[in-house]
């Protein structure tokens, strides 16, 4: 069992900054991959970026250039570093862990076995 709990979320202007973190506790030996999706109201859950334990990172196209996924292993936290925020990155943003390379199909919600609970994000014109 891993436990993921998101923080950071909350209310900014467009063009503003958010971090968040995402803290793994549990049996943490099983994750091989942690990633981020996020979820709009009305909208199915997308990826937003991944990361496997030796730093191979993946974005979606949307938040190319302006999020950056990072990790502190020591911490067993998980971030989400997003710059630049857009109305349309408003969501609930969810941490999720996976026991191997997704490759192509990183984005899909399917491939990950444990989630957080969510945190709001939003971003006002």
């Known amino acids: 069992q891993v436990l993921l709990v998101e923080a950071g979320g909350g209310s900014v202007q467009a063009g503003g900054s958010l971090r968040l973190p995402c803290a793994a506790s549990g049996y943490t030996s099983s994750v091989y991959v942690m990633g981020w999706f996020r979820q709009a109201p009305g909208k199915e859950r997308e990826g937003v970026a991944t990361?496997?334990?030796?730093?191979?990172?993946m974005y979606a196209d949307s938040v190319k250039g302006r999020f950056t996924i990072s990790q502190d292993n020591a911490k067993n936290t998980l971030y989400l570093q997003m710059n630049s925020l857009k109305p349309e990155d408003t969501g609930m943003y969810y941490c999720?862990?996976?026991?191997?390379?997704?490759?192509?199909?990183?984005?899909?919600?399917?491939?990950?076995?444990?989630w957080g609970q969510g945190t709001q994000v939003t971003v006002s014109s």
């Open positions: 990361r496997d334990k030796n730093g191979r990172a």
């Open positions: 999720a862990t996976a026991g191997g390379w997704l490759g192509s199909s990183w984005n899909y919600d399917s491939m990950y076995n444990y």
